[in-house]
């Protein structure tokens, strides 16, 4: 009798699971004016341009959340800091604001689903204290959403302070417009301190560029064809008087004029940093002539200006030489 086949064991063909890469996509949002990358998109380009980062500092308390990030370029060449530190008290206060100016406008604000009034009274909406005056809900939405940000402070901060740092090492602009509108703000504020003390100044009348004379050489002389004139008798003690000439001035003088002031207040309308320069030549008790300005421009660096503001200065007093 015939034994009963058997199967042969064959191996089988396992495929291995397949893994999806990590796509490091992101984007670009619109701050004012400006598109400016998100923290996924500036990732997506640091990674290209292997650009490390190194947590330096977390910290947090019952008050505040503070991370400091430190991004490397390739080989450890160079290297730059992003802080970021969230005061608990301020972004309270900043939610409370965002939800007033909510209210006021009509916009509805809704917890759990449903729309709730955040203010008791619009005409007091804060306290002596600065505190905000809510209605019971809307304390505890306030409440509820300063409690879900302190539970990510940290993680928020360390995402901010690393878009930062890497920012900066790609050249990009790395402050939200909130920072931007502040400098703006300091910057008019010191234009207008500026205008004020000139102001209250009393107005300096322009005076006429001085004059020095100029002799014209030999050589110039031979090329104007001017004949020479009859030489004067030499000065000699032992001449009688009625032959003595007294010796006069060259007749090949000519008047030129040396360098001009400049009308700052004109050429620096829209240059902070040239009428500041220009304060400290007049404060210096020179004349305002464009040697003097770079001179004086270049003794404020890099305490109150740098690189930048010297080509500014430079451009604008370029501009006006080519206007005239």
Known sequence: MDA????????????EPREKPIVQDGSFYKAGNKKVPDARRVQKDTNKRNISIEILQTEQTEEYAEVIVRAWLPGNSQYTDGVVHHQFNVIRKLKALEYLEKQVSGKDIFFRGSPILMFEDLSQPF????????????????????????????????????????????????????????????EKMVQESINDEKASKPQRTAKPAPTTKRT?????????????????????????????????????????EVSPELNTDHI??????GLQVAEAVRNDKKP??????????????????????????????AEAEEAE
């Open 4 to 15: 009963p086949a058997v199967q042969s064991k064959r191996p089988v063909a396992r495929r």
């Open 127 to 186: 306290n002596k204290n600065g505190d905000p005056i809510l209605t019971g809900v809307g304390y505890l939405k306030l409440l509820t959403e300063m409690a879900r940000f302190e539970n990510f402070a940290i993680r928020d901060a360390t995402t901010k302070a690393s878009r930062i740092a890497q920012l900066k090492l790609l050249n990009r602009e790395w402050r939200d417009k909130d920072e931007v509108q502040s400098e703006k703000d300091e």
């Open 216 to 256: 014209i050489t030999k050589k110039t002389a031979r090329r104007t064809r001017t004949p020479p004139k009859p030489k004067e008798p030499e000065w000699d003690e032992t001449m009688p008087k009625s032959e003595k000439v007294q010796p006069k001035e060259p007749d090949n003088v000519q008047e030129g």
């Open 268 to 273: 620096f309308a829209s240059c902070p940093k």
């Open 288 to 317: 305002l002539t464009k040697k003097n300005i770079n001179n004086k421009a270049v003794a404020m660096m890099p305490e109150y200006l740098d690189a930048d503001d010297i080509k500014e200065i430079n451009k604008c007093i």
